[in-house]
């Protein structure tokens, strides 16, 4: 079957300029991702992930190249596309029901339907009962369930995840990925997620791209081929883990720095 494209980087490059000096992060980055499919984005902390993320939510612009999703160029953040943030990125002075309806305010005009699809999702992530709890009031790990919460019910055609499971403890990471993944196969929505953990990209992934620490281009592309839901325990689950691993195990230089003059 031939799947649409959805997504494609083409050639991009990104330096930041900090304390005097240029700083190449990403240069002549390309790939293309196909709708409705999860992929994910490994690397060493540092090599550009996050930034590569926000220049595709239109978060961040490029020194060259070029972001299409759709067809067209993204110049700005763009309605089907969410992102969640390293950092969750929620409002403290709002409780949890409203971050998560904060989304919705565009889309659903009425008060109380949109108070019930924000509950709907709050329940999925097991927060229901916490929705009139503000963020401060919550652990790290509930803040996080509170932003995919909120990305989830704006019902968008791609998320962008920053190691959205990073802070949750290892039952709730397990529950909320198979959540992911039962909503991601109802809906079909496209998934790029950052994650520093193999296993993770492994449960989750259609394919994962491997970046390359010096330039953030795309060292290695692996598919996962081992229908979903996975077994952990599984021989092809190892046998994907050892080969991202043994990936991982050369020992990168450490990133040029440009003198700017
Ligand atoms: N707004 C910015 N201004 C200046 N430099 C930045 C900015 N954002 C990122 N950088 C630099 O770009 C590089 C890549 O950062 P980025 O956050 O993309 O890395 P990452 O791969 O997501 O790392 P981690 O896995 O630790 O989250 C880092 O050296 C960082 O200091
Ligand atoms: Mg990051």
């Known amino acids: ?6 997504l494609e980087v083409k050639d991009v490059s990104k330096s ?5 000096q240029v700083e190449q992060i990403l240069q002549g980055v390309s790939f293309k ?5 999860v992929l994910s984005l490994l690397g060493h902390s540092g090599c550009g992930k996050s930034t590569l993320l926000n220049i595709i939510g239109g978060f961040e612009k490029i020194d060259s190249g070029q972001v299409l999703f759709e067809g067209s160029p993204v110049l700005g953040p763009h309605r089907q596309c ?7 990125g929620l409002l403290p002075w709002r409780n949890i029901l409203k971050n998560v309806e904060i989304g919705l305010e565009n889309l659903i005009k009425n008060k109380s339907l949109r108070k019930e699809q924000a509950l709907h999702y709050l329940e999925l992530v097991g927060l229901k009962d916490k929705a ?3 963020p401060n009031q919550l652990s790290g790990g509930m ?3 509170v932003a995919i919460a909120r990305a989830l019910a704006i019902k968008p055609d791609l998320i962008l995840m920053d190691e959205p499971f990073a802070a949750l403890d290892t039952f709730n990471r397990y529950y909320l990925q198979d959540e992911l993944l039962r909503l991601q196969e109802q809906a079909k929505t496209t998934i790029i997620l950052v994650t520093h953990d193999i296993d993770e990209a492994v449960y989750l992934s259609d394919r994962v791209l491997i970046m390359d620490n010096n330039s953030g281009n795309i060292q290695r592309e692996l598919k996962i081929t081992t229908p979903k839901s996975r077994d952990r325990s599984h021989g092809d689950f190892q046998y994907y883990r050892t080969l991202i691993f043994n990936e991982f195990h050369f020992n990168q230089p450490k990133r040029q720095v440009e003198y700017y003059i």
């Open 1 to 6: 079957m031939n799947i649409p494209i959805t």
């Open 16 to 20: 930041f300029f900090n304390q005097g």
């Open 82 to 88: 969410v992102m969640l943030f390293q950092n969750y």
């Open 143 to 145: 803040q996080q369930r």
């Open 132 to 134: 009139h709890h503000f």
């Open 33 to 37: 991702v196909k709708k409705g499919e």
